[in-house]
Nanobody, 125 residues
Framework: QVQLVESGGGLVQAGDSLRLSCTASGRPVENYAVGWFRQAPGKERECVAAIAWDGTTVHYKDTVKGRFTVSRDNANNTVYLQMSSLEPEDTAVYYC??????????????????WGQGTLVTVSS
């Protein structure tokens, strides 16, 4: 089974950029579609971006379109989430998740193959 570890979170100011990484081990990440989820305090977890195993299909939540970009480097077993023009409303714990089916990720299934432990992103105004 694949294991996922997120990194790159931190405290930034509104308007800043940040890049999150999701590094896979145990099995090649190219076997999986990967999604980025976030959960803010008091709110439900939501999928903000998802990418097919080969990068040919991507999905974005409307509120992050044009600001977030998901990409992957299968040779290095890593998936990225580039975030720009960050807003205080983007403050959340960000998780990556992997599954054999992109649509299960985009649908927000709670039974995906693997989840990371999360990384905190805090955007100050």
């Amino acid at each position: 089974q694949v294991q996922l570890v997120e990194s790159g979170g931190g405290l930034v100011q509104a308007g800043d950029s940040l890049r999150l990484s999701c590094t896979a081990s145990g099995r090649p990440v190219e076997n999986y579609a990967v999604g980025w989820f976030r959960q803010a305090p008091g709110k439900e977890r939501e999928c903000v971006a998802a990418i097919a195993w080969d990068g040919t299909t991507v999905h974005y939540k409307d509120t992050v379109k044009g600001r977030f970009t998901v990409s992957r480097d299968n040779a290095n077993n890593t998936v990225y989430l580039q975030m720009s023009s960050l807003e205080p409303e983007d403050t959340a714990v960000y998780y990556c998740a992997a599954d054999g089916r992109l649509l299960r990720i985009w649908a927000g299934s709670t039974t995906l193959d693997a989840w990371g432990q999360g990384t905190l992103v805090t955007v100050s105004s």
